[in-house]
């Protein structure tokens, strides 16, 4: 069964960190670019970062340039984000997604498979 399962996520308070994992069982992550999703409370989901296939292309939301960082180990099979000086506004469901090319995750079309995401909460 092809499944992806996210981790890390918690409690932090603003100005804090946390790191993300993003798991692959049944399949191999070494041929998809993968990318981060947060959904907030009420709002719509959005982009948060993509790596290509190789980890040699990276990118970021506006909103989070500076602070997260997208990382990924094929060798273990797993995928990371690393956020850094956190924010209230940080607060969401974070997921992460596959998709068939980097461009694809850039512009979040056609998006694979998807985790069930994992709940990070940035408050004092």
């Known amino acids: 069964q092809l499944q992806l399962v996210e981790s890390g996520g918690g409690l932090v308070q603003p100005g804090g960190s946390l790191r993300l994992s993003c798991a692959a069982s049944?399949?191999?992550?070494?041929?998809?670019?993968i990318g981060w999703f947060r959904q907030a409370p009420g709002l719509e989901r959005e982009g948060v970062s993509c790596?290509?296939?190789?980890?040699?292309?990276?990118n970021y939301a506006d909103s989070v340039k500076g602070r997260f960082t997208i990382s990924r180990d094929n060798a273990k099979n797993t995928v990371y984000l690393q956020m850094n000086s956190l924010k209230p506004e940080d607060t969401a469901v974070y997921y992460c997604?596959?998709?068939?090319?980097?461009?694809?995750?850039?512009?979040?079309?056609?998006?694979?498979?998807w985790g069930k995401g994992t709940l990070v909460t940035v408050s004092s």
């Open positions: 790596i290509s296939s190789s980890g040699g292309m990276t």
């Open positions: 049944g399949f191999t992550l070494d041929s998809y670019a």
């Open positions: 997604a596959t998709a068939p090319s980097f461009r694809r995750c850039v512009t979040s079309v056609g998006m694979d498979h």
